[in-house]
């Protein structure tokens, strides 16, 4: 069983569409993040959860939603998004929020926004 | 503010040749600085990292990295590279030494032709 886990894989949706994206980690860390990985741009930090308390927003559109119901579980819900968020979304976890090692990442949730 | 540059956003080698895969970093306070490497449709998986002691870092696959005070820079190199090295390679710093996720850099492609 990998550490980190995400699904789905790929995911395609409209514009009106509601969707969510599921992250679950098995490595006993508190800390969790979504990261946004676009072609030919620099990963960028979207939310971090640290024992389920939000404790960044890197000024992300209110059209996506992070909900941390435990240290385990970490999603992402999507709304009337736009094709230009089409991307690979990444979760990651870490030991604590005050860690300064490495984040360990989920191999990916691959959005397409028609 | 913290940031990380990769020089090169595209690297070829021929196999058995050096990788050097150039990463330098601004930051305000003694970064800990990491390298991640990325095969097609997967997430993220950290090569090495650098946080305090010794300056040469060694990290799977044969790869290793030098911190570079003088010169903010922490290039990643390989004395010979293998086929199954072409993927892509990401340099990335902490936002500061009691911070909760890393600033990644562009990302270096590396290719590897026989």
């Known amino acids: 069983e990998t550490g980190v886990t995400q699904t789905p894989r790929h995911l395609v949706m409209g514009m009106t569409n509601k969707k969510s994206l599921k992250c679950e980690q098995h490595?006993?860390?508190?800390?969790m993040y979504w990261y946004k990985q676009s072609a030919k741009k620099p990963l960028e930090l979207m939310f971090v959860y640290n024992f389920k308390e939000q404790t960044e927003n890197n000024s992300v559109p209110s059209r996506f939603s992070p909900e941390c119901p435990n240290s385990s579980h970490l999603f992402l819900h999507l709304h009337t998004l736009q094709p230009e968020d089409s991307a690979l979304y990444l979760c990651a976890s870490s030991p604590s929020g005050g860690y300064t090692g490495e984040l360990f990442f989920g191999e990916g949730s691959r959005l397409t926004v028609l | 503010a913290q940031s990380v540059t990769q020089l090169g956003s595209h690297v070829s080698v021929s196999e058995g040749a050096l990788v050097l895969l150039r990463c330098n970093y601004s930051s305000s306070v003694p970064p800990y600085l990491f390298w991640y490497v990325q095969y097609p449709n997967q997430g993220l998986q950290l090569l090495l990292k650098y946080t305090t002691g010794a300056t040469l870092v060694k990290g799977i696959n044969g790869f290793e990295a030098e911190f570079k005070k003088s010169e903010t820079s922490f290039h990643l190199t390989k004395p010979s590279a293998h086929m199954s090295d072409a993927a892509e390679y990401f340099c990335?710093?902490?936002?500061?030494?009691?911070?909760?996720?890393?600033?990644f850099g562009k990302g270096t492609t590396l290719s590897v032709s026989s």
């Open positions: 990335a710093v902490n936002l500061n030494q009691a911070g909760t996720a890393l600033i």
């Open positions: 490595l006993g860390h508190n800390a």
